[in-house]
């Protein structure tokens, strides 16, 4: 009958199309957790440099170890600081061959508090790399990022802070990650997003973890 003839081609081409776009192409941004990877692009003169973030610990407390061309180190940002911390720096706490920890700010993402502020009041007061200023809520935008392999597209919030510089974090109050900062020639951005790969950590192991986070599971 037609009728089955067309039902069976639809078909076809519904398989056709999950077998040539996998699971996740075009799904949601999978849950952080242990083990996932961040990458950003820092482009200069003559190459591009890489910034990357493994996370040992993502909620309530996030732990970090970080890696560029030519040094190492981790960040610890206790919940207190995830939830309500009004201060945000940009490098201060990646410092080399150091155990670090936040006090009272967050870096790469920004504290709950902040996020709500700029959503809600369209500015937000703070300290940023520990000077009083404040971020703008200039509104919403997307933003493509390889997650596990495959361009994703991301809705992200866009911010001018007081030193003109703009940047972009991820839509979402239980996650919002730096994707982009440009200030006058110097730029990073994120480029990938990996959750999918396991023992991805070079320097942080479990008895590390516990020691830095008690309650940790």
């Given at each position: 009958m037609p009728g089955k003839n067309i039902s069976r081609f639809f078909l076809a081409v519904l398989c056709?199309?999950?077998w040539c776009f996998p699971s996740g192409h075009d799904e949601k941004m999978p849950v952080f957790g242990k083990d996932t990877?961040?990458?950003w692009e820092i482009?200069?003169?003559d190459l591009t440099k890489d910034f990357v973030v493994r996370i040992a610990c993502f909620s309530p407390d996030l732990l970090m170890e970080w890696e560029d061309e030519k040094s190492q180190g981790t960040v610890l940002i206790p919940r207190q600081e995830m939830m309500q911390a009004k201060g945000y720096v940009n490098t201060r706490l990646f410092k080399s061959g150091v155990d670090t920890r936040a006090e009272n700010e967050t870096t790469i993402w920004l504290s709950r508090q902040i996020y709500r502020d700029l959503k809600e009041g369209k500015e937000a007061k703070l300290k940023i790399d520990r000077v009083q200023g404040r971020m703008t809520y200039l509104g919403e935008d997307e933003f493509?990022?390889?997650v596990n392999?495959?361009?994703v597209s991301l809705p992200v919030i866009r911010v001018r802070d007081s030193r003109k510089a703009e940047l972009w974090f991820l839509d979402r109050e239980d996650n919002p990650l730096l994707v982009q900062y440009r200030l006058r020639h110097y730029s990073k951005t994120l480029v990938s997003i990996t959750t999918n790969r396991k023992n991805t950590l070079r320097w942080i192991k479990d008895q590390k973890i516990r020691r830095l986070?008690?309650?940790y599971k």
């Open positions: 056709t199309a999950a990877v961040l990458v482009p200069m003169e493509t990022v390889e392999d495959f361009p986070i008690p309650d």
